[in-house]
């Protein structure tokens, strides 16, 4: 890792202290009758001193008036503060994984120590922060650098592994002052433009990022330079956070239906979304999708993110960021089902039932209907040969039963499709009526024999044998990867989640590439060959587990023998089964 020493800003950087703040100023203001300033514009004061917000407030200079404004905001603050100061969702789980990685905390703030720590001891187990520095303990206050120096003198650090994390432009200047680099977080009321202006290593929207973009110094410096690699940025940035919904976290809204004021998506007292303006016309499409389907947004949503960050999307699905995803499952059962219609729309050929039960009076009636109906001569050439073979099995007493499988089913009324029926039926029938022209007349071997279990296991029910599939997926998949760290904090079933998923990525693969591929898989439980199938498992692999491409390479290897190690044993088991049947049976 590049950053050995995360230095962090407090208020609206690692806290949402806006209610507390708000209240003790407007307390102060309107003791005092200044009752212009909005709550926006006392939040816009958040990181200056006390005596600063109180002067941009309400004009004042005098030195001894905005000392006493300070002494009873402190007043009001030690009753209110630390009750209305709330962590970002977040926060929490930032922090300690930087602490488990071992790097370094801080914390540089304009509040004082002693409030920090009273509200940080709630949340954190003493000593967790290596120092935390107060408004009370620098001499100079940001943007001057003093206090950031100063914790990297006490911490022993070199600047070069210093991260300085803030809210606002006085953070930014502050990092650029002590020449360390900077994140900007927009959780306050700085926009992305404003701290845009200083350097940065990365503007983002809340916490989570640093977790990723801490490990590439100077980002957004190198990435500014075209606009390709600020789409290559953000775009890597996406594929790592997923996805994010910005809710203001201090504007309340009120319910239509109940009437009752609130903050956030949802009216806590009936639970309707704030959102609820005019119908369109996409809202009956949406209505009409979720009332025959249950489909909503969240299905796309799968879908796309299914496409380019896999791996992570079933990261969070598995550690309950699951509010934004569509289940596993009902997933798997859409896709399988949007792939069958379409390839019987695009490929009905692939539906002929391969096991149906004729007579030689079917063919021969079936092949005089086709015949009435073709349009082109090859057509009813072909027919008429096709007819003079199955005549010529069954007056010479070839080795042919007069009932017998025929392993095509057409549709008369499809005359384009016509021609490549007859062809398959000639091939077919020379094949059953003749089995000397067959090129390989030798016996089939035991290996033959348990590669056609295989292929008949997984016939005429693709969402069967996919179901089917997944355990064995799921099994593998743990043996391959039990010594990674991640796979080892997976349960069995949550591992079976990750192989749904997966599934559906892959079924998702196959509908794209159907309509250039021009046929479909019916019969198998993917529609894509194995080398393209192994090249998704190792994509997905790597974002999930996050090793490095070779490593996961051999455990997908790995994963893949394992497989077949199964799927062996599993089939030499059935085969043992049946024939004990059978032997029991005859008995």
């Known amino acids: 890792m590049r950053y050995n020493t995360f230095l962090f800003d407090f208020d609206y950087t690692l806290v949402n202290s806006s209610a507390g703040i708000v209240k003790c100023f407007r307390t102060v203001l309107d003791k005092h009758e200044y009752f212009s300033p909005t709550d926006e514009e006392i939040r816009r004061t958040i990181g200056k001193t006390l005596e600063e ?73 003493e000593d967790f922060f290596d120092i935390i520095i107060g408004i009370e ?27 300085y994390i803030g809210d606002s432009t006085t953070d930014a ?10 994140i ?17 290593v990365a503007i983002i929207p809340e916490l989570s990022p640093i977790l990723s973009l801490s490990v590439n110094r100077n980002l957004t410096k190198h990435l500014r330079r075209s606009k390709l690699k600020s789409f290559n940025r953000y775009f890597n940035y996406r594929k790592h956070i997923g996805h994010t919904k910005s809710i203001d976290p201090y504007k309340y809204y009120v319910c239509n239906n109940c009437g009752t004021y609130f903050i956030g998506e949802y009216c806590n007292t009936c639970g309707q979304r704030r959102n609820t303006g005019r119908f369109t016309f996409s809202y009956v499409i949406k ?11 969240k299905f796309l949503r799968n879908l796309i993110e299914l496409l380019y960050r896999p791996g992570y999307m079933i990261f969070d699905y ?42 030689y009076k079917d063919i021969k009636r079936d092949i005089t209907t086709i015949s009435s109906k073709a349009k082109h001569q090859k057509t009813k050439t072909l027919l008429t040969k096709s007819s003079n073979y199955l005549d010529s099995a069954y007056s010479t007493a070839l080795p042919v039963e007069k009932d017998y499988k025929d392993e095509v089913k057409f549709d008369v009324n499809n005359d384009p499709a016509t021609t490549k029926f007859v062809t398959y039926l000639i091939k077919n029938i020379i094949n059953i009526v003749n089995p000397e022209s067959k090129k390989d007349n030798s016996e089939p071997t035991f290996i033959d024999g348990i590669l056609n279990v295989i292929n008949n296991w997984a016939k005429d029910n693709k969402t069967l044998s996919l179901i089917m599939l997944i355990p064995l997926y799921t099994i593998a998949t743990k043996r391959a990867f039990r010594k990674n760290s991640i796979s080892k904090g997976f349960n069995y079933t949550e591992t079976l989640f990750v192989q749904v998923y997966i599934a559906c ?45 070779m490593k996961t390479f051999k455990r997908t290897v790995i994963m893949f023998i394992y497989l077949g190690l199964i799927m062996f044993v599993l089939i030499i088991l059935i085969l043992i089964l049946v024939t004990l049947w059978t032997a029991i049976s005859m008995i």
Not at 173 to 179: L, M, V
Not at 522 to 543: C, H, K, P, T, V
């Open 53 to 125: 917000s109180f002067s941009i407030l309400t004009g004042e200079v005098n030195p001894e008036v905005l000392h006493t404004y300070r002494q009873e905001y402190v007043a009001e603050a030690d009753i209110h503060m630390t009750s209305n100061t709330f962590l970002f969702p977040e926060t929490k789980e930032v922090l300690t994984t930087l602490k488990q990685r071992g790097v370094k905390l801080g914390i540089i703030s304009t509040k004082y120590k002693y409030r920090i720590k009273e509200f940080l001891d709630i949340h954190f187990p």
């Open 137 to 163: 303990e620098v001499d100079k206050y940001k943007p001057h650098p003093d206090g950031i120096l100063k914790a990297i003198k006490f911490l022993k650090s070199k600047k070069k592994q210093v991260i």
């Open 173 to 182: 200047e502050a990092a650029q002052n002590a020449e360390v680099d900077f």
């Open 184 to 200: 900007g977080v927009t959780h306050g009321v700085t926009t992305t433009r404003e701290l845009a202006a200083y350097q940065n």
């Open 287 to 297: 209505n009409m999708l979720g009332g025959l389907t249950s489909i909503d947004d």
């Open 318 to 359: 598995i550690k309950g960021k699951r509010s934004h995803y569509f289940k596993p499952f009902q997933t798997l059962f859409i896709l399988v089902a949007i792939y069958i219609i379409l390839v019987k729309i695009l490929d009905p050929l692939s539906f002929m039932n391969k096991d149906k039960e004729v007579t």
């Open 505 to 549: 990525q892959i079924i998702l693969i196959s509908i794209i590439l159907l309509p250039f591929l021009g046929h479909g898989e019916i019969d198998e439980a993917f529609g894509i060959s194995w080398w393209l199938i192994f090249l998704l498992y190792w994509w997905d692999y790597r974002q999930l587990f996050k090793d490095s491409w």
